[in-house]
């Protein structure tokens, strides 16, 4: 049996922190779908359709890892693919509380389904989706935190892109 992980995020947009944790979590699972979901506390840049093109066809180097969405509970979604796994990254200690209750509620949710955490690179302790789109907006280059496609998207939603 296929073992499968949901990588659940906002991933607005997809950095390079995100494809780290891919890359970890496939030499632990056979199959990670990276699942845009609705996180009630955020207000994104970009919709789930930009989120979910800039996601595939950031995943093209990854052949056990697909990209999708999901609009509901992640637990629902997990059952539904047959995944086995959440799967989130961990930066700083920052992170710690807020991963925490989202594990253990998803727990009591489903009993069955167990979130793995993955340290992400040292090299990504200090990004972040927000950060990111924080230093595009006021021009300051974020060329190898994201992959070139998001870099090009992130400048042309802040009037940066043409010419
Ligand atoms: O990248 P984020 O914003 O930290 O991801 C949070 C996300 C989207 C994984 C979380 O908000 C989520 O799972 N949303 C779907 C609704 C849900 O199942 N919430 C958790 C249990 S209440």
Do not use: C
Request: charged share 25%; no cysteine.
């Amino acid at each position: 049996m296929e073992n499968i992980a949901i990588y659940p995020g906002s991933f607005d947009p997809v950095t390079n922190g995100h494809l780290d944790i891919v890359e970890r979590g496939l030499k632990i699972f056979d199959k990670i779908v990276v699942t845009i979901l609705h996180n009630p506390a955020k207000t994104t840049l970009f919709n789930v359709n930009e989120r979910l093109e800039m996601l595939r066809m950031s995943l093209e180097n990854f052949p056990n890892a697909e990209a999708d969405s999901y609009s509901g509970l992640l637990i629902d979604y997990v059952a539904q693919r047959k995944a086995t796994a959440i799967l989130r990254g961990m930066r700083a200690v920052s992170d710690f509380e807020y991963e925490f209750q989202m594990a253990l509620m998803n727990r009591r949710l489903n009993r069955e389904i167990q979130t793995v955490f993955l340290m992400t690179g040292l090299r990504w302790i200090f990004t972040s989706s927000s950060i990111i789109k924080e230093a595009v907006r006021f021009g300051g280059d974020i060329a190898d935190m994201v992959p070139p496609l998001v870099e090009r998207k992130l400048k042309e939603k802040f009037g940066f892109g043409k010419g």
